[in-house]
């Protein structure tokens, strides 16, 4: 519950350059003034996080977006009347109030509305926007409730919101609308066939585009077991491969899948929202039982399936050396 004294701690944190973790329907974020650029790279500091991997900008309306994006087109209007409050980020040409701290030097900037009571709140508090990638170390897990912040990021940060669980559990989509043409930069929350209904065109998904965003590094939301992808016919088999070399194996899929004895499963719902909602919180599970792999069974590509085929491919991606 957000009281008026921890909206008003909230805020004057934000405002004397703290960092606080900040609940959205999404994930939790790590929150900072984005317009101080000390606080700013206290995020990164905080994160982990190269100072070249841009921030999203969080703001309390649509209207405020002409602050912060110097072309607002047509397409940007329409979308952002449909889904915000929400779990969509739009790319836009930047104006100077955006500056290189939280875009990276690029001259584009991602901005959202999130739909969150505690987070509409303190945005609206605050007067500004903040700059909230997700509250935890670079590369890891995303947090979906404030305990998950607190295991990650414990005394970092100056001040955890406890706002619930999250009820989307996956990062935002991310549009580009910078170019010529729309187009999708990272699957998320919001399916790719909602944003497509609005605009009344095929709007395709670029994961590899030239504009950096959140999340679009090939080896990301990784627990610390190995993940290994299957279609749901090829989990059992798998298994048994996997075992016969040695490795602890548990299975993240739905409650329908059969499995050989003793193996343990992390049940993620067949139906794509669902899945989306809980898969960071199973992520998590499977890596307080220390498996050293864990057999992710992939959900249909449609939907919010897409996100988390995304996010489980990157998950299951080579990661860099620590260190």
Not at 289 to 310: K, S
Request: net charge neutral; glycine share 10%; charged share 20%.
């Amino acid at each position: 519950m957000l009281t008026s004294d921890i909206l008003t701690q909230a805020v004057e944190t934000l405002r004397r350059g703290g960092v606080i973790a900040l609940p959205t329907e999404t994930v939790y974020g790590l929150a900072a003034n984005c317009e101080d650029e000390l606080a700013v790279r206290r995020v990164f500091a905080i994160k982990g996080r190269p100072a070249t991997h841009p921030l999203i900008i969080h703001i309390a309306r649509a209207e405020e977006l002409p602050s912060w994006a110097r072309q607002v087109p047509e397409d940007a209007w329409r979308l952002a009347k449909a889904f915000w409050p929400g779990p969509l980020t739009l790319v836009l040409p930047r104006t100077p109030r955006a500056t290189d701290a939280v875009t990276g030097g690029q001259d584009t900037v991602a901005i959202r509305v999130p739909n969150h009571p505690v987070a509409l709140a303190v945005l609206d508090a605050l007067g500004g926007g903040v700059a909230a990638p997700s509250a935890n170390r670079f590369g890891k897990v995303s947090p979906t409730t404030a305990e998950h912040v607190r295991a990650d990021l414990g005394d970092a940060v100056d001040l955890i919101l406890d706002g619930g669980a999250c009820t989307v559990g996956v990062e935002s989509t991310i549009v580009d609308l910078s170019g010529q043409e729309p187009a999708v930069l990272r699957p998320g929350g919001l399916a790719v066939e909602e944003i497509e209904r609005v605009l009344g065109r095929r709007v395709p998904v670029r994961t590899s585009a030239t504009v950096r965003v959140s999340g679009s590094l090939a080896s990301h939301y990784a627990p610390r077991a190995g993940v290994v992808l299957s279609e749901p016919s090829d989990v059992v088999s798998r298994v048994k491969t996997l075992q016969a070399q040695g490795q602890s194996v548990g299975v993240l899929g739905p409650p329908s899948l059969a499995l050989p004895p003793g193996v343990p499963r992390y049940d993620v719902p067949e139906d794509p929202a669902g899945a989306a909602r809980v898969l960071y919180t199973r992520l998590r599970e499977a890596d307080e039982r220390g498996h050293d792999v864990l057999v992710a069974c992939l959900p249909r590509a449609e939907g919010l399936g897409i996100a988390v085929r995304d996010r489980l491919a990157r998950a299951a991606a080579p990661r860099p050396p620590e260190g």
